[in-house]
T-cell receptor
């Protein structure tokens, strides 16, 4: 079945540094990927829609300059948390549709836990 | 706009108990409805789905019926197991959009 891989699964960084998280579709091409942030009480917030070859579409309230998204190929989207601060500590999850959105099955990565000291 | 509301947790049950997790939605037209499950330390997995009214999605003993008249998609299981302990998310996708909208999640804990 379709697999979405995230790397790293865990990362710890110092405040003020930038961290890049990768999301790869391993056995299918994904023109669209989604980045979510999961808060401690488990709610899942959609941050942005990553579009291959074009700019990402950010949800209201998400800072574009803070969370840089690049979708340079059909199998890779990256999320860079710039100048990270402790409040950015969270669980970041990516997902992708296999094939056209009408396939109605969204495959998720296992998530990346970011801890900012 | 489109939204999903699901019962707040945590929900704690004894093994073999009957489970219901309520989910209602607000959407125009005919969205597709989903239940996703997140086991401890893992990413989300699709549990079941329904794409039109009166459809019943089922998997691993779980069921949910798409009720357009009550805009609901409640998750049920007749006899839960300890291994069902996880967080359950109700979600919808509108046919005209590519993104999925999630409910806030319900944490389920099953006691042996």
């Amino acid at each position: 079945g379709a697999v979405v891989s995230q790397h790293p699964s865990r990362v710890i960084c110092k405040s003020g540094t930038s961290v890049k998280i990768e999301c790869r579709s391993l056995d299918f091409q994904a023109t669209t990927m989604f980045w979510y942030r999961q808060f401690p009480k488990q709610s899942l917030m959609l941050m942005a829609t990553s579009n291959e070859g074009s700019k990402a579409t950010y949800e209201q309230g998400v800072e574009k300059d803070k969370f840089l998204i690049n979708h340079a190929s059909l199998t890779l989207s990256t999320l860079t948390v710039t100048s990270a601060h402790p409040e950015d500590s969270s669980f970041y999850i990516c997902s992708a549709w296999q094939g056209a959105p009408g396939a109605n099955v969204l495959t998720f990565g296992a998530g990346s836990r970011l801890t900012v000291l | 706009g489109n939204s999903v509301t699901q019962m707040e947790g945590p929900v704690t049950l004894s093994e073999e108990a009957f489970l219901t997790i309520n989910c209602t939605y607000t959407a125009t037209g005919y969205p597709s409805l989903f239940w996703y499950v997140q086991y401890p330390g893992e990413g989300l997995q699709l549990l079941l789905k329904a794409t039109k009214a009166d459809d019943k999605g089922s998997n691993k003993g779980f069921e949910a019926t798409y009720r357009k008249e009550t805009t609901s998609f409640h998750l049920e299981k007749g006899s839960v197991q300890v291994s069902d302990s996880a967080v359950y998310f109700c979600a919808l996708k509108h046919s005209s959009a590519s993104k999925i909208i999630f409910g806030s999640g319900t944490r389920l804990s099953i006691r042996p």
